[in-house]
């Protein structure tokens, strides 16, 4: 509402209770932005508030609502305060306007991308978590905060006829509790942020404890960036010690709607089993076949590129190759030009097992996200700067193949044919239908590859990030919804389909 249209309504308003003379100096104070007057009586003071709360609206909102302002850090001590005030933070934001949704976007994202802000989640991260590399996340966030779609995500449809006119829109759950990672722990904040407000949603972050302190300092970032575009207060909230007991407490809330948990099998399995609406962005252990067709000193490179990606973190990376035995020295000689270091002492394969797998066969911790040089120093291998990933010949039955390690260790198992290589990449993926990368131009291999595997992601002759709008086609994201069919999330992700319809009118062919 502008000045003028204020005046005109507070006009109105005192005409009924005493004069000109008294809706002047309202309007007077209403346009500096102060205190209201009083101008009548104490009715006329409450009427002349609402109107000064609502002057800070854009264009085209629902009259008599007001999309109200905010403040604090959304921090809070308590998870049932933190939801509490995520709930009372949607209720205002479902009267703001799509052009207010698109503004406060746009200030997380400009605010995440300012360099100071994007060098110190980057630093912090690696710091905090131990995992991960710097140059890397700073790429991770850039494309987070720069592609994440927005409102334009949430297109309705429509159908017309001589019944009238139906329309299906996307809806906000409400409030959604989002349960974030280590791997990529403001990653996740940043494109879940986006894509939950472009939504119409509230979040309530549970983030990975030991991703604690960068995870506030970007909860604080998004609400002070939020608070200056007069966003209602805590659209983005969480609580100042994460914990399992606090995620606990955030899946059992009432009022939390929608839950989306990206992490490990664990956490997918139990906001699944809520019994509420729940999006599971789980697991992987992508596979990448390279057969005699490809380009293989191409596939050599892009293979390292993608494999050693923030030190192998990413769900989507490639976690063992399955490469036919006519191209597979070959391969494995491009990969140690493209800065791969190749294992073949049996020893130094048994020694990173015992260093980098606990007793249930499983990665160690503190070995995720490591460096190639920093995993090999600790089996007594020095290498320069250069060397980002370690590749070694094994069986298809061997822990690094089966398991998903996450550090830069890329096992390569060798087989007679295509077919063969499909197969072995079927059953190792394990029906987790995550990611696959295959290097061939056999469009047949391909097709079937692509068929029997049942990924949500199939690159084809790049390296897995390009499946993740990095250097290749469509937007990215942070969490990819194999188990619960999303796929790659975006705000229609987090919404309701609702349907609207007018009967016998507004068919205008
Ligand atoms: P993790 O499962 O250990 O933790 C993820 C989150 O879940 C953390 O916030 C953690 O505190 C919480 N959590 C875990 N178990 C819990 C439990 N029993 N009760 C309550 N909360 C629990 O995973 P991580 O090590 O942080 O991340 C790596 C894993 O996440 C890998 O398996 C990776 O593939 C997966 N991941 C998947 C995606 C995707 O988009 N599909 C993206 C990133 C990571």
């Given at each position: 509402m502008n000045d003028e249209q204020i005046s005109a309504t507070v006009d109105r308003v005192l005409s009924a209770y005493g004069g000109?003379?008294?809706?002047?100096?309202?309007?007077?104070?209403?346009?500096?932005?102060?205190?209201?007057?009083?101008?009548?009586?104490?009715?006329?003071?409450?009427?002349?508030?609402?109107?000064?709360?609502?002057?800070?609206?854009?264009?085209?909102?629902?009259?008599?609502?007001?999309?109200?302002?905010?403040?604090?850090?959304?921090?809070?001590?308590?998870?049932?305060?933190a939801v509490a005030a995520a709930v009372e933070a949607q209720r205002s934001y479902l009267?703001?306007?799509?052009?207010?949704?698109?503004?406060?976007?746009?200030?997380?994202?400009?605010?995440?991308?300012?360099?100071?802000?994007?060098?110190?989640?980057?630093?912090?991260?690696?710091?905090?978590?131990?995992?991960?590399?710097?140059?890397?996340?700073?790429?991770?966030?850039?494309?987070?905060?720069?592609?994440?779609?927005?409102?334009e995500d949430l297109v309705t449809d429509a159908e017309s006829g001589d019944n009238g006119l139906m329309l299906v829109e996307y809806s906000p759950y409400g409030v959604i509790g989002a349960i974030t990672p280590t791997t990529n722990p403001t990653e996740t904040i940043i494109c879940n942020a986006i894509g939950?407000?472009?939504?119409?949603?509230?979040?309530?972050?549970?983030?990975?404890?030991?991703?604690?302190?960068?995870?506030?300092?970007?909860?604080?970032?998004?609400?002070?960036?939020?608070?200056?575009?007069?966003?209602?207060?805590?659209?983005?909230?969480?609580?100042?010690?994460?914990?399992?007991?606090?995620?606990?407490?955030?899946?059992?809330?009432?009022?939390?709607?929608m839950l989306v948990a990206t992490g490990g099998p664990g956490i997918v399995k139990a906001v699944l089993s809520t019994g509420k609406k729940a999006i599971g962005a789980g697991a992987g252990n992508p596979p990448v076949v390279v057969d005699e067709t490809a380009d293989i000193e191409k596939a050599a490179r892009d293979i390292v590129a993608g494999a050693s990606f923030d030190n192998n973190v990413l769900c989507f990376?490639?976690?063992?190759?399955?490469?036919?035995?006519?191209?597979?020295?070959?391969?494995?000689?491009?990969?140690?030009?493209?800065?791969?270091?190749?294992?073949?002492?049996?020893?130094?394969?048994?020694?990173?097992?015992?260093?980098?797998?606990?007793?249930?066969?499983?990665?160690?911790?503190?070995?995720?996200?490591?460096?190639?040089?920093?995993?090999?120093?600790?089996?007594?291998?020095?290498?320069g700067p250069e060397i980002q990933l370690i590749v070694m010949e094994v069986g298809k039955d061997h822990p690094f193949v089966q398991e998903e390690l996450m550090m830069p260790i890329l096992p390569l198992v060798r087989v007679p044919?295509?077919?063969?290589?499909?197969?072995?990449?079927?059953?190792?993926?394990?029906?987790?239908?995550h990611t696959a990368v295959m290097h061939s131009t056999n469009v047949a291999k391909l097709t079937r590859m692509a068929k029997l595997i049942q990924t949500t992601i199939f690159v084809k002759n790049g390296p897995s990030y390009a499946g993740d709008g990095n250097g290749g086609p469509g937007y990215p994201t942070f969490t990819i919804a194999g188990p619960t069919g999303e796929g790659l999330t975006s705000p229609r992700s987090f919404a309701r389909r609702r349907r609207c319809v007018l009967v016998d009118a507004l068919n205008v062919r």
């Open positions: 000109r003379s008294a809706a002047s100096s309202a309007t007077a104070t209403v346009a500096a932005g102060g205190a209201p007057v009083n101008a009548v009586d104490g009715r006329v003071d409450r009427i002349i508030a609402d109107l000064l709360n609502s002057a800070g609206r854009g264009a085209g909102e629902p009259t008599g609502t007001a999309c109200t302002k905010g403040g604090g850090d959304g921090i809070f001590d308590d998870m049932n305060a009267l703001c306007s799509l052009a207010d949704r698109r503004r406060f976007i746009d200030g997380i994202r400009a605010a995440v991308l300012q360099e100071e802000n994007l060098k110190r989640l980057a630093a912090d991260a690696v710091e905090e978590t131990g995992i991960g590399r710097y140059d890397h996340k700073l790429i991770k966030n850039r494309l987070a905060a720069e592609k994440t779609p927005g409102i939950m407000l472009a939504a119409g949603n509230s979040v309530v972050f549970s983030p990975h404890p030991r991703a604690t302190q960068v995870s506030l300092f970007l909860v604080r970032l998004i609400n002070r960036a939020l608070a200056e575009l007069g966003a209602p207060a805590n659209l983005v909230v969480t609580v100042s010690r994460p914990s399992i007991e606090n995620t606990n407490a955030m899946m059992a809330h009432p009022k939390i709607q990376a490639e976690k063992e190759i399955i490469a036919v035995a006519s191209i597979a020295d070959r391969l494995l000689a491009g990969m140690r030009r493209s800065g791969a270091h190749q294992v073949t002492d049996p020893e130094i394969i048994r020694r990173l097992e015992r260093r980098v797998l606990t007793e249930k066969g499983g990665p160690v911790t503190e070995c995720v996200g490591k460096s190639a040089a920093w995993l090999l120093a600790e089996v007594g291998i020095t290498v044919d295509v077919d063969t290589a499909i197969d072995v990449a079927v059953e190792v993926e394990h029906g987790r239908r």
